[in-house]
């Protein structure tokens, strides 16, 4: 098995061993290889995604990203049937996107979004 050198912050890192404990892996490498199978198996979902879908996005981040947030939102402006801004606690915020259309431009939008690292989590539910 080869291996590879991951940097996290403390706080990440913190996050993982408390995971790691609670469900009950025996080390760190076996809840991250687990964790990369089930990003592997969730790209290749909507990567078979195909014609006009609906779908829910949802997405958490810092409430100083709210500036790039509204960016990133008016690229798929056309897409975007409902969205909602709740904030989540002080800092905080979570959108809530309802979304409708060609699923490779949805797939694009969520590509946007996953790819930039002021956002803390990324959800595509598609239906």
Same mark, same amino acid.
């Given at each position: 098995?080869?291996?590879?050198?991951?940097?996290?912050?403390?706080? =990440?890192?913190?996050? =993982?061993?408390? =995971?790691?404990?609670? $469900?009950? %892996? +025996?080390? *760190?490498?076996?809840?991250?290889?687990?964790?990369?199978? +089930?990003?592997?198996?969730?790209? !290749?979902?909507?990567?078979? $995604?195909?014609?006009?879908?609906?779908?829910?996005? $949802?997405?958490?981040?810092?409430?100083?990203?709210?500036?790039?947030?509204?960016?990133? *939102?008016?690229?798929?402006? /056309?897409?975007? +049937? +409902? #969205?909602? #801004?709740? /904030?989540?606690?002080?800092? *905080?915020?979570?959108?809530?996107?309802? $979304?409708?259309?060609?699923?490779?431009?949805?797939?694009?939008?969520?590509?946007? %979004?996953?790819?930039? !690292?002021?956002?803390?989590?990324?959800? =595509?539910?598609?239906?």
């Amino acid at each position: 098995m080869t291996i590879v050198s991951v940097s996290l912050s403390e706080e =990440l890192l913190d996050d =993982l061993n408390k =995971l790691q404990k609670r $469900l009950g %892996f +025996t080390g *760190r490498s076996e809840i991250i290889r687990a964790s990369v199978r +089930t990003m592997i198996s969730e790209e !290749k979902k909507k990567e078979d $995604l195909i014609g006009d879908i609906h779908a829910l996005f $949802l997405v958490t981040h810092d409430e100083k990203s709210d500036d790039e947030i509204n960016e990133m *939102r008016h690229t798929y402006d /056309k897409l975007i +049937t +409902t #969205h909602l #801004h709740n /904030k989540i606690d002080r800092d *905080r915020c979570l959108e809530i996107f309802v $979304l409708k259309g060609n699923a490779i431009q949805i797939r694009g939008m969520n590509k946007m %979004f996953q790819s930039n !690292k002021k956002m803390d989590n990324v959800k =595509l539910i598609a239906m």
